[in-house]
């Protein structure tokens, strides 16, 4: 780390350089772009996890947060303007694709306009909404932002600030969609969208031109409303991201603020944490395996899935007491103790899953019409994959070794044995594989844990009030679609400064445009069907 | 085995005999309209039912069980309720061809289903070329798709009927072709000819290689012709949402979706006319006990039951395969099986004027 600390310097003397866990980096506006080129390019940190927007009251700014996917090396860099009424940003699109997501977003949130970004429009709220409501002198009384009754008009042209070769910035006007294309709304309710995700798609004939996402459906300002409240309340949210990883959200969240506190957890919750994360993560595939086939036209198979997720939910309902959202991670350990047949179910399940599941590719993968569907459509590339940070198995499935099990190990991951599934050719066939897959390698963690629980407490007794030292701290966990970070920057009090969700989700959608190009519309729903997006995840 | 045309005929000269003979055609032709239709519709109700039961036992469910024992009631009741809804009217369609598309399906699939010989003597249509006027008639279907997806004034709706379009118009293809091929083998295009000719054995047995080839094929093509899975592109719901018929409502929409059901039951009946024999029970050459015994099965349990076996494999297909790709639909069709029909229909006609057949 001193060694990219000294070469960081060396190129940029202005830089300055806080430790941590995470090396962070604050640069002046300026500079940035010359030093995200440096880091782009020199020391390859190719992979944007994140972009956090902050108000810092004075200042307006944003972290961003690198990993070089080479050696798993993590870097962090603050950029800050003081210009309160119009902050600009430099961008980091042309570097790295999943920023342009992630920029758009921190524009709606804090109203940062990034320069030379091709489309400055909001992302999750209405084109007409009145503030910035992350920022901390945010008006939120309801007479600012009425409920609309009206449509919001449809956007074809957008904004941008581009910065002429002589140093000048300019607003220009991009367009969306030409007057004379064939814009069809795909979602937001749809079917195949799984959610309320609104992808307004431009076809000719059968065959996708281009695709704008529409994301924010489902915002529900989660970010926004843990501001104001405990840190053992925050954790509630997590579960309500990602509904089909809660499990592993709320794992992150908890690890966080662990790390935060510096907090040693009993051995048996770290043990039941890795068994339920793990089977969160089944529970997950076959929920995609469900819905994918049903994509695909497959009914049958979307009952198969279903049927033996069911038994997951069962194992979780007595122990969690809830079959959706459930509760149980506590910071320092569980909410409860696991039920006394947990163990014994969860071992009739690992027995009986493998059989199914010869089933499932004996109906389903095996087809010569699944087959044809899958094999060859939507390729990503490894290059691709990191570029727009599509991460967790849709990742692997591009050869790209994401996996923060295996990267960053938390909980008991180091000490187990499993394989991290790893295919190269980049389709709709392998991202279906590489999950199959992980349902095995799943069911093979839970087998060499569930016998050794160890005896112990299993919780640690916690203040009622819990404050967390001042920082930032940022820790990500490997969630069933990829990995969730959670971002916490702290001031000392009981609550959080901010607190940033950074969801696996949204870059999928984010690299859905590329990926269906030149595609049918069949080959759209297989993509985005293969990608298993989460809305409420991406929309948080 | 009873000949149903000595009870019809008993009908026709009962009233010729006390009206005149207009007279008699009218009432008859109302006579067999409503019987038609009550037929149509009943028969609608059990595929619905049947269906969903079928469906639910492959999917570990257990389907309709509410209404009535084993929920056999379940159709009529959904049936009641579709009647009763409301038809919403839209801004922004062409009113007139919106109104008519579903009459148009609706039309096309009776017109078929009269001229299905549902028993011995039982057939409404019967003419020299029977068999023409069933394909002719049942390819109107595809006009109504196509209106409905247009004048619904929908994006979805338009690529759902232009892809119907596309689809039924090439499978028209290989049906024809498949039925070309057991006409040239029957040597008639009347169908009661064609039942007839199967007395000593189905086509599927005396026809060699080519009636199994044929056979395959109509299956395909006739599970495309119904728009049905796997070939359920026209209305893909995960694509689609409903395709051409999604703003239709109430009897409309019901319309769209009793033609499917009895499309399913024409295609099968069709099938089983050509290569199973029609309503001709199970005949040996040569075993004439077990030939004797057949015969008491009556006609027309041997009709519905080839239709309804038919059926239940075409079924089987929609819940066990996934959906193909447009494109992969059309190269299946004009790359692989049009070619293999016309060979198919080349070596029928070989083995037609050389006798190789049993």
Known sequence: MANIQQEISSFLPEATFVEGTILEVSVPDAKWHDLALYLHDKLHFDYLVSIVGMDWGETLGCVYYFTCTADNSQISVKVETADRENPLLHSVTDLWKSAYLYEREVYDFFGIRFIN??????????????????????????????????HEAVDDVTHAIVETPDGKLEERTNTIFAPEEFVVNIGPQHPATHGVLRLRTSLEGEIVKKIDVYCGYVHRGIEKLCESLTYPQTLHFADRLDYLSAQQNRHAVCLCIEDALQLEIPARAQYVR???????????????????????????????????????????????????????????G??????????????????????????????????????????????????DAISYGIAGPSGRASGWACDVRKNHPYAMYDKVEFKEIVRTEGDVFARYMVRMDEILESIHIIE??????????????????????????????????????????????????????????????GGLDPMCRGGKIADLIAIGGSLDYVIPDMDR | ??????????????????????????????????????????????????????????????????????????????????????????????????????????????????????????????????????????????????????SSHNKYTLIGAIR???????????????????????????????????NNGWFIFTGHIPAIVAFLIYLVAGTAETNRGPFDLPEAESELTAGYHTEYSGIHFGFFYLAEYLNLFIVSG????????????????GWESFNHVMDYIPSVVWFFGKAIVISFIIIWFKWTFPRLRIDQLLRLEWKYLLPLNLINLFVMVLIVIYGLHF
């Open chain 1, 274 to 332: 890795t068994i339920m994360d793990e089977l969160m993560r089944i529970s997950s595939h076959l929920l995609f395996y469900a819905t994918f086939c049903m994509d695909l036209g497959a009914t049958t198979a979307f009952f198969y899935g279903f049927r033996d997720r069911e038994k997951i939910l069962d194992i979780f309902e007595e122990t969690c007491g809830a079959r959706m959202t459930f509760n149980y991670y506590t910071i320092g």
């Open chain 1, 117 to 150: 970004h091709p489309d400055m429009r909001r992302l999750f709220l209405r084109n007409d909404w009145v503030g910035y409501p992350l920022r901390k002198d945010y008006d939120a009384s309801p007479e600012v932002n009425p409920i609309r009754l009206e």
């Open chain 2, 270 to 285: 069709v099938a089983s006319l050509l290569f199973l024999g029609g309503w001709m029970p199970l005949h040996i050459p």
């Open chain 1, 334 to 383: 569980l909410m409860a103790d696991i039920h006394p047949d947990f163990q014994r179910k969860v071992k009739e399940f690992c027995a009986y899953l493998p059989g199914m599941l010869k089933d499932y590719h004996t109906l389903f993968t095996g087809n010569v019409i699944a087959q044809q569907r899958m094999k060859g459509v939507g390729l990503l590339s490894r290059e």
């Open chain 1, 448 to 509: 060499q844990l569930i016998d050794n629980i160890p005896e112990g407490d299993y919780a640690l007794k916690m203040k009622p009030i819990i404050k967390l030292p001042e920082g930032r701290y940022f820790r990500q966990v490997e969630a069933s679609r990829g990995p969730i970070g959670i971002f916490i920057e702290s001031h000392g009090d009981k609550n959080p400064y901010r607190l940033k969700i950074n969801s696996a989700c949204l870059p999928l959608v």
């Open chain 2, 164 to 198: 119907s379009g596309a689809q039924m118009v090439s499978y028209e293809l290989s049906i024809g072709l498949s039925v070309l091929t057991m006409v040239v083998f029957a040597g008639t295009m009347s169908i009661t000819g064609i039942v007839e000719a199967q």
């Open chain 2, 1 to 150: 085995m009873f000949d149903f045309s000595i009870v019809t005929h008993w009908i026709d000269n009962l009233l010729r005999s006390v009206m005149p003979g207009w007279g008699a055609l009218l009432i008859e032709f109302v006579l067999v309209g409503v019987a038609l239709l009550l037929l149509y519709a009943v028969l609608a109700l059990f595929y619905i039912y049947f269906e969903r039961k079928v469906c639910a036992f492959f999917q570990c469910r257990l389907g309709p069980n509410r209404v009535g024992p084993y929920g056999i009631f379940q159709s009529v009741a959904d049936m009641f309720k579709i009647l009763i809804k409301e038809l919403i009217s839209l801004n922004h369609i062409d009113k007139f061809l919106f109104n008519l598309a579903p009459y148009l399906v609706i039309v096309a699939s009776m017109l078929a289903f009269g001229c299905l010989p549902f028993g011995k003597g039982l057939q409404v249509i019967d003419f020299n070329i029977g068999i023409f006027f069933l394909i002719a008639v049942s390819s109107i279907g595809v006009l109504g798709i196509l209106l409905a997806g247009w």
